[in-house]
């Protein structure tokens, strides 16, 4: 689980320097950069909610606000 938090998190970091590398006009070819950002951002929130819904359920049990 922790692992899985980890990658997302190196994957978030990754993506946002990807884009700011590609919009201060540096040298990634175009190809590279759409299919890199595509499969990031495609992959790394729905991750962090999948990781989220793993606890969402245990959380909720011991909610004081649940009658």
């Known amino acids: 689980m922790d692992y899985a938090k980890g990658i997302g998190i190196i994957l978030v970091v990754y993506g946002h320097v ?31 909610f999948f990781l989220s819904g793993l606890f969402a359920n245990h959380l909720l049990k011991r909610s004081f606000f649940l009658i």
Do not use: C, N, Q, W
Not at 33 to 46: A, G, L, V
């Open 18 to 48: 990807l884009r700011g590398v590609f919009e201060a006009g540096l040298d990634i070819p175009i190809k590279l950069f759409t299919y890199e950002d595509s499969f990031i951002y495609s992959f790394h929130m729905p991750l962090f």
